[in-house]
């Protein structure tokens, strides 16, 4: 095929180069595909002033009053953190008129909010269930399984009782229930608020909660 020794030399050096990429190629690490599925928008199947509030669902401030205001809460979000110390001065100062419900919509982002979400459902079984909300907000920074526990002995809980309904999940079905109720609206983040039958996404002001009972 080829009769000049030189061509013969030039075809060897491209096959000796050639080789040595196809075996670099072959050691190099291959990009990885995401298992992660696409994030995709669930489909909205309740409006807002259709959300369920249920018996479990705590309730902050009187039962009768006026005003609801339904929260979708994280205990990891900031958010959420800011808002609540909002909330609890505005229904504290409404003479009655303004409560708030708190559902669970943990953020799968949130590493600590589920089981934050389950202890505090843990504490709602003993009546206490806004002292670990407080609680747990004012341990942000500090979630894992020892702060759930020295909460409940902090404020008194059945520490029994507490580690029992925490190690087994028992309140897990509340909080997928509530998510299940939040994705049906059409939640996306937090804090969420349905307020008369409207939805607000975000932080409230002070301002904005005083206008519902003035």
Not at 74 to 100: H, M, N, R, W
Not at 191 to 198: A, D, L
Request: a negative charge; proline letters at 6%.
């Amino acid at each position: 095929m080829f009769r000049n020794p030189i061509a013969w030399l030039f075809v060897a050096i491209v096959l000796v180069l050639a080789a040595a990429v196809w075996n670099t190629a072959a050691r190099l690490p291959r990009q990885l595909v995401s298992q992660t599925p696409p994030v995709t928008s669930l489909p909205v199947t309740k409006l807002p002033g259709q959300v369920s509030i249920f018996p479990t669902d705590p309730v902050r401030g009187e039962t009768g009053a006026s005003v609801t205001v339904v929260e979708f809460g994280d205990f990891e979000c900031p958010y959420c953190a800011e808002t609540a110390v909002t909330v609890e001065k505005v229904i504290s100062q409404s003479g009655g008129k303004l409560k708030l419900v708190w559902k669970d919509f943990p953020l799968p982002s949130h590493s600590q909010a589920q089981a934050a979400a389950e202890a505090a459902q843990c504490a709602q079984r003993q009546g206490k269930f806004w002292e670990y909300h407080d609680a747990l907000f004012s341990k942000q920074d500090s979630l894992n399984s020892t702060t759930y526990l020295s909460l409940a002995g902090e404020l008194g809980l059945d520490f029994d009782n507490f580690s029992r309904c925490l190690s087994s999940h028992e309140t897990l079905p509340l909080i997928e229930r509530n998510l299940a109720e939040g994705t049906a609206i059409g939640v996306d983040g937090t804090p969420f608020f349905v307020i008369n039958g409207q939805a607000v996404s975000g932080v409230l002001t002070e301002d904005q909660l005083r206008s519902l009972v003035e």
